[in-house]
């Protein structure tokens, strides 16, 4: 793949990656306007929808893991160019969840409903602070190269990359998975919970402890005692503020 065409590719997957996340927040806050949502779309008897969504979420998840590790990557990038490497698992995240917004199927059985008008904007305040943090937390850690933007840039002006860092920034420093909070945030506050969008969050959160695991195996095997006394001093998924030593010298 030319160094053009190799940046061209990253700029639509990065386009293609950032609309289907847009999109990922309609479809969990089941906005009115939108024809398929967690509550809205094709409907199939209970037995049916419970093995088609469960089977579109395992799609996911396995997408997502297998092609975050780092034997797989070893072993893809003899096929493909190391530049697009992350375009391709951005790309293939999205088709993965774009299938999941088409293929899923409602099930409307409400689970609670808070119409206390005070409970129900904070929880939709929890909902958009949820996305925010997911957002804000993809640009601490580096954002474009995350979504692959970085990598195809270096290789069009011939930069290396840095070498890799373990970063603690703003969120970074009380807990050690800022973006998967904010997912859990925006997975569960909703005031209206269907059984369908109960199940889409059970399976989403499964993933995500799982994916976790995974993650803080590789971090350790990165980064070593660094990764360990860092987590080891930070929550996981909730902040984990620690007490300022007042005195020190005392
Ligand atoms: C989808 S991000 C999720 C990051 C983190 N688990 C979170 O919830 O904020 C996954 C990528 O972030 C990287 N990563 C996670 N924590 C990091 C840190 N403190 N410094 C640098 N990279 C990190 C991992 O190596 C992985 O490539």
């Known amino acids: 793949m ?8 990253a700029i639509i997957c990065y386009a293609i990656f950032f609309a289907t996340f847009l999109y990922l927040i309609v479809f969990v806050g089941d906005f ?6 967690v509550d809205n779309g094709p409907q199939a008897p209970l037995a049916v929808a419970l093995v088609v969504d469960i089977a579109l ?18 072993r893809w990038t003899r096929i493909v160019p190391p530049a697009a490497e992350r375009s391709v698992y951005v790309l293939a995240a999205s088709i ?3 299938i ?32 925010a943090t997911v957002l804000v937390s993809t640009f601490l850690i580096n954002h474009f190269e995350l979504f692959g933007l970085q990598q195809a840039w270096f290789h069009v002006s011939g930069r290396q990359a840095a070498k890799p860092e373990l970063r603690q920034p703003v969120f970074y420093r009380y807990v050690a998975h800022p973006l998967y909070s904010g997912f859990f945030l925006s997975f569960w506050a909703t005031p209206e919970m269907t059984a369908g969008h109960l199940l889409l969050a059970l399976g989403l959160s499964a993933y995500m402890l799982i994916a976790i695991r995974y993650e803080e195996h590789d971090l350790t095997n990165q980064f070593g005692e660094e990764y360990r006394r860092y987590r080891s001093s930070v929550g996981g998924l909730i902040p984990r503020f620690r007490r300022r030593d007042r005195n020190p010298a005392a």
């Open 100 to 131: 999941l917004f088409l293929g899923w199927r409602p099930i409307d059985t409400i689970v609670w409903n808070f119409t206390n008008p005070i409970l129900h904007d904070l929880i939709w305040v929890l909902f958009w602070a949820g996305w």
């Open 96 to 98: 993965a969840l774009m």
């Open 57 to 74: 979420m395992a799609l996911f998840g396995l997408q997502h893991s297998m092609m975050a590790r780092p034997a797989f990557k070893a």
């Open 32 to 37: 009115a306007f939108a024809t398929v949502t």
């Open 2 to 9: 030319s160094r053009t065409a190799t940046l061209l590719f």
